[in-house]
């Protein structure tokens, strides 16, 4: 069964420092990644996709891939108060003709001004 | 910026009743998704939709589902006697093509009663 792993947190950074989020996956075919935030009660906003090994930076996010350990992270530069959600990471398994995202649990994270 | 919309924001019904959620994906894309999230649980895939004709569909994703494209910009998913575990939030999501970032709508919240 294809599976994505985060830890549910709650984890606490303080304003301005750096917020380091953890994902690991099942499948080591799987092509693509996605990171979402969501506020409480609020849909899942797209932040970040990756899909080859490496880091990808937009702002004060980057997203990190590591195929051969099947993990993926986010890390968030010079946190703020706002950056205070649920963050999601999701997963399209590739499988044909499969374009479905398995979720994460999402870790919460609080930044604390 | 484009977005996904979806309506009613709240929709409360008694079991065994028909609902119809609706969505308008963004214009120029081609694929489209209906994910489900209970309380305090994960985002789960429904089914995707592409070329007017379902592409995949969760277990979840039963014969009391449908999904309907019924004209050039709607996206319905119809639950067609609905239980006390249908009670989530149903998100619309669409994407460009079957490879590219999906985005979310603000959600449905469905509460049966």
């Known amino acids: 069964q294809k599976e994505v792993e985060q830890n549910s947190g709650p984890l606490s950074v303080p304003e301005g420092a750096i917020a380091s989020l953890n994902c690991t996956y099942s499948?080591?075919?799987?092509?693509?990644f996605f990171w979402y935030r969501q506020y409480s009660g609020k849909s899942p906003e797209l932040i970040m996709s990756i899909y080859s090994n490496g880091d990808k930076e937009d702002g004060r996010f980057t997203a990190q891939l590591n195929k051969a350990s099947q993990y993926v992270s986010l890390l968030i530069r010079d946190s703020q108060p706002s950056d205070s959600a649920t963050y999601l990471c999701?997963?399209?398994?590739?499988?044909?003709?499969?374009?479905?995202?398995?979720f994460g649990s999402g870790t919460q994270l609080t930044v604390l001004p | 910026e484009p977005e996904v919309t979806q309506t009613p924001s709240h929709q409360v019904t008694q079991m065994g009743q028909e609902v119809i959620l609706r969505c308008v994906p963004i214009?120029?894309?081609?694929?489209f998704y209906w994910y489900r999230q209970i309380l305090g649980q994960k985002v789960e895939f429904l089914v995707s939709f592409y070329n007017n004709e379902i592409s995949e569909k969760s277990e979840i994703f039963d014969d009391q589902f449908s999904v309907e494209r019924p004209d050039g910009s709607n996206f319905t998913l119809k639950i067609r006697s609905t239980k006390l575990e249908d009670s989530a939030m149903y998100f619309c999501?669409?994407?460009?093509?079957?490879?590219?970032?999906?985005?979310f709508g603000p959600g449905t919240r469905l509460t049966v009663l």
């Open positions: 499948d080591r075919v799987s092509q693509s």
């Open positions: 214009s120029n894309h081609l694929y």
């Open positions: 999701a997963v399209r398994f590739s499988s044909g003709s499969a374009r479905q995202l398995t």
């Open positions: 999501a669409s994407s460009v093509t079957g490879d590219n970032e999906q985005f």
